[in-house]
């Protein structure tokens, strides 16, 4: 499982990539992008593009993660979502 989990993460990164290569992404996304990653979470523009959606993801996530993600995003002025599970 935990193979498959790391997979996950490092196909959505080099999913935005790719994505960044091509374009579709906006300057306040790459700032959330490295700040998020710089936290071995792995994020990605998803959406229409041009500042559509970040998705975020993380091996686990604690209130106090989703808590500091979530003040994060809301500090820029963003709108969030959150959806997991509570293994």
Request: charged share 25%; with cysteine; proline share 2%.
């Amino acid at each position: 499982q935990q193979q498959i989990n790391d997979e996950v993460l490092r196909l959505c990164s080099k999913n935005h990539e790719l994505l960044r290569e091509l374009g579709v992404s906006h300057p306040k996304i790459e700032e959330i992008v490295s700040e998020w990653e710089k936290k071995e979470w792995s994020a990605k523009v998803t959406g229409s593009g041009m500042g559509g959606c970040v998705l975020l993801l993380s091996h686990k996530s604690t209130p106090l993660t989703l808590g500091v993600v979530l003040a994060s995003i809301d500090e820029n002025g963003l709108q969030v979502s959150a959806i997991g599970n509570d293994e």
